[in-house]
């Protein structure tokens, strides 16, 4: 039997590995974490191992209430070697990780467990290799769904012509100012010279939504806040970011926006609607340590009574 609509999330669970132990992370795992503790049940598929790292992704998803049973555990848990410099931390992400090998049949299978309509979210990282682009390929042929991409570029990533290719047939397209900069450079675009307002139009903007079946794109601007754009380059909302009492670091904000935006998605808000939320709880992050915090009692204040029934329909 179907259960009802749960979120579909694809890609990385990793550790970032220092030099006195490891912290759990990989956008993919960061996102799903905040929708399960955000009371939207997601589906992760990824690749692990049974093995120490492995270990501490798992007790780190058991605190947000984040299944990892439909993750397969067969290979050496993904790492990110992390080398502490006096100017900063730098990031090394070896080849052939775990995330490279996610299995089509598997994907497939967690696919078919989700409702129709249901929202598939992905990032590019896990996608720098073919057997894990072929698995999202089969679950995207597979699953009647509304694709939520967040760019998430990375150095070790895919190439710029694989990213292209892979950004097709989007519902919502989520990028960084700097991304979009970045995107936008590669199709050869000219785009918005500043942050806009609503009612601004960029045709750079509806070209990359032509080109990628976006019928809205998200762009954050940092401690600015965020935009949303429809499919015509019209700018629909704006929501500013609030101010901070500190901040800790801004490790994993754009994955806590995600995390927002997709639970509010999930329950049949419009994206302008579940905007200045998502900026909001994104600026909190920026209050914790790491990407997720350490007490998930801070979503109490976030979650929403599910009364936005998600027929399948087209919100954002």
């Known amino acids: ?14 550790v970032d590995a220092f030099a006195d132990g490891v912290v759990p992370g990989g956008a993919p795992f960061n996102v799903a974490c905040h929708l399960a503790a955000l009371g939207c049940l997601p589906r992760l598929v990824t690749r692990l191992g049974r093995d120490p790292a492995g270990d501490a992704l798992r007790a780190a998803a058991a605190r ?6 439909d993750a397969r555990a067969d290979a050496e848990t993904a790492r990110v070697l992390v080398h502490e410099q006096p100017q900063g931390h730098a990031f090394e992400i070896p080849d052939a990780q775990a ?6 049949a598997d994907a497939v299978a967690v696919a ?4 129709p309509g249901a929202w598939l ?3 590019t990282l896990a996608l720098r290799a073919g057997p894990s682009r072929q698995a999202l390929a089969a679950i995207r042929t597979t699953l009647s769904h509304r694709a ?3 760019l998430n570029w990375r150095e070790a990533g895919p190439a710029p012509s694989v990213i292209l290719d892979l950004l097709r047939d989007i519902r ?15 199709l050869d675009l000219d785009g918005p010279a500043e942050v806009p307002v609503p009612g601004d139009r960029d045709a750079g903007i509806a070209a990359l939504c032509e080109r990628t079946g976006a019928r809205t794109l998200l762009v954050t601007h940092g401690g600015e806040g965020a935009v949303a754009w429809d499919a015509g380059g019209h700018c629909t909302a704006r929501a500013p970011a609030p101010p901070l009492a500190r901040i800790v670091d801004t490790v994993g904000a754009g994955d806590a926006f995600s995390g927002m935006m997709l639970a509010g998605l999930a329950q049949g808000e419009a994206a302008e609607a579940v905007l200045e939320r998502a900026v909001a709880f994104a600026s909190a992050s920026c209050g914790w340590r790491g990407a997720l915090p350490a007490d998930p009692a801070v979503y109490a204040r976030w979650r929403r009574p599910a009364h936005h029934a998600d027929s399948g329909e087209a919100t954002a």
């Open 1 to 14: 039997m179907r259960e009802p609509s749960r979120p579909l999330v694809f890609g990385e669970a990793l």
């Open 64 to 69: 947000f209430g984040l299944s990892l049973d």
């Open 99 to 104: 995330f490279d090998r996610i299995d089509a």
């Open 112 to 115: 078919q467990r989700v409702g």
């Open 121 to 123: 979210y992905f990032g």
């Open 148 to 150: 939520y991409v967040d």
């Open 172 to 186: 919502v397209l989520k990028l960084s100012d700097d991304e979009l900069g970045r995107l936008l450079g590669w």
